[in-house]
């Protein structure tokens, strides 16, 4: 009796330790971190070119309801994949009111004011890679006129345009990595050539009852879907090749 009173208490122990052992959870190690900036989405511009100056109109339109900078997180998410923890970053208004507006329009002035945006952003939020994704700028086909981010174009005919460039910044150094404007192919050489393409980078055509009147543009469902549908295209075709960190 006393040895089957042993065996049955070895037998329990064996059991005991196989069982803890065989659910133990597994460590893992979290991926490394990317905090997103964009403004992207920010304001919508309502832009009319005439064929003399007089006839150019400009309108920025607040469109911070219709979710652009979370779509534009989201497409990060998508594109780097599980193996990133994937973050935004906040920013106070006004941040880059000097980059959209600046007195001396020089690239390696814009280059370096994104830069030193960034490194005061991340003295705060932290993580090993910043991915910026913010408005990029066309000139308007044929003409001395630019536009730049998001908005609805009236030149002869009328376009939708979602222009969006990405950098891709070293958490650490704060070296730019990568960078990349968005694309879906609408822009060949031939097309450039002729001026058959109204602006460089993705655009839809529409008709001229898309033209919204100014106080109402925000609220118009049919200019934010059409809109956040050019975002995402661009985005999923061009992050993979620009995102492609280790």
């Known amino acids: 009796m006393r040895r089957l009173l042993i065996v049955f208490f070895v037998l329990s122990l064996c059991s005991a330790a196989f069982a803890a052992h065989s659910v133990a959870p597994k460590k893992t190690q979290p991926g490394k971190s990317v905090g997103v900036i964009t403004d992207l989405g920010d304001v919508f511009t309502l832009r009319k070119v005439g064929i003399m100056v007089f006839g150019n109109e400009e309108k920025e339109i607040r469109i911070d309801g219709w979710g652009i900078n979370d779509l534009v997180v989201q497409q990060v998410g998508n594109a780097l994949g599980k193996r990133f923890s994937i973050r935004r970053v906040a920013y106070p208004k006004g941040t880059f009111d000097a980059l959209d507006h600046p007195k ?59 222009l969006s460039e990405i950098r891709v910044y070293d958490g650490h150094t704060f070296a730019e990595l990568k960078n990349g404007v968005a694309s879906m192919g609408q822009s060949t050489f031939m097309e450039t050539i002729m001026g058959a393409i109204p602006v460089h980078g993705p655009y839809r055509r529409v008709d001229r009852t898309w033209w919204p009147e100014p106080s109402q543009a925000a609220q118009s469902a049919k200019l934010r879907d059409a809109t956040r549908e050019l975002v995402q295209k661009s985005l999923a075709a061009t992050l993979p090749g620009v995102l492609t960190l280790e």
């Open 104 to 162: 001396f329009p020089l690239l390696p002035m814009y280059d370096q004011n994104l830069k030193r945006i960034v490194r005061e952003l991340a003295s705060h939020q932290k993580a090993d890679f910043y991915v910026v994704v913010r408005k990029a700028s066309s000139q308007v086909v044929n003409t001395n006129q630019r536009v730049s981010g998001l908005g609805i174009l009236e030149r002869g005919g009328v376009i939708l345009y979602a």
